[in-house]
């Protein structure tokens, strides 16, 4: 029986893969051309001109210029499998790009003197993350003041903003840590102010969570999502009705990781789970 539902399955699969752009071998799948790419590279990102090409069996890679920044990247078009457990069903057309890479080195790069100068001003040390979605860069800095890190963030968020022409870190977000060695605050480009970071709540919320589980917690880190965003889980609503942004803080505690976040649930608790996805309340 059951090698009957593979077999159905793999066929409906099979059928699937020939009605769409989907194929069953690699060397089937059609990849994008220069042409092609080069419409990818102008949609998403800038107008752009070709400056060498490499073909092979199962990748096309071209070179572009950055036609306002001077800087060159790369889009590639491969065939890459679907499958699961080892066994693959089909093979598809896939296109990337390093260009967010590159655009990240050219704006850095555009301000380094800047931003080194700033830097040992201010004796930060700059990790540059080379990536908008994940963040731009995480700081360390010789002080525990706020408004010393303050003073430092901004001027270095506007000696970035200055630098990105495409305006592709607007959502950036940039921590800065103390020489304490916790977070200080958080630089936002889309308002270009510097966000403290609340220590009254952080307590606050630890002892929350040490008080429901009998643990020793240590503060992690923290992040902002949308309530909404948080696994959808347990029905719960705020207690204001909000779905809106959230701070979710991580802890580590009897060998578990664990979430608080600073929001109210409909019962009058804070809303917190452990990684594993256990959701757990507190009163708070």
Aim: charge should be negative; aromatic fraction near 16%.
């Amino acid at each position: 029986m059951l090698k009957k539902i593979i077999t159905a399955v793999l066929f409906v699969i099979s059928l699937c893969a020939l009605l769409t752009s989907c194929s069953l071998s690699a060397d089937d799948v059609k990849l994008s051309d220069a042409k092609q790419c080069k419409k990818y590279a102008e949609d998403n990102y800038c107008e752009c001109e070709l400056i060498s090409s490499y073909e092979s069996d199962g990748e096309h890679k071209y070179e572009f210029r950055d036609m306002e920044c001077g800087f060159s990247f790369y889009v590639t078009s491969c065939a890459v499998s679907m499958g699961m457990d080892g066994t693959t069903f089909y093979y598809h057309e896939r296109t990337s790009s390093n260009y967010d890479t590159e655009y990240c080195k050219w704006v850095v790069g555009s301000v380094k003197a800047e931003t080194d100068a700033l830097a040992e001003e201010y004796g930060m040390n700059i990790e540059w993350e080379e990536n908008p979605y994940t963040g731009l860069a995480e700081i360390t800095i010789d002080t525990a003041d706020p408004k010393v890190c303050e003073d430092a963030a901004v001027k270095l968020g506007q000696l970035i903003k200055s630098a990105d022409r495409r305006s592709r870190y607007s959502n950036c977000e940039i921590p800065f840590i103390g020489s304490d060695y916790h977070l200080l605050g958080t630089f936002k480009f889309e308002n270009m102010t510097f966000e403290k970071f609340d220590r009254d709540k952080l307590e606050e919320l630890k002892a929350a969570l040490e008080g429901y589980t009998g643990f020793e917690m240590e503060y992690v880190w923290n992040y902002q999502t949308n309530f909404e965003d948080l696994y959808k889980i347990g029905g719960h609503t705020r207690q204001d009705g909000s779905d809106g942004s959230v701070t979710v803080y991580y802890f580590n505690g009897g060998g578990k990781q664990w979430y608080i976040t600073d929001a109210v649930i409909e019962d009058g608790t804070y809303y917190y789970f452990m990684a594993d996805e256990e959701y757990l309340g507190y009163e708070g």
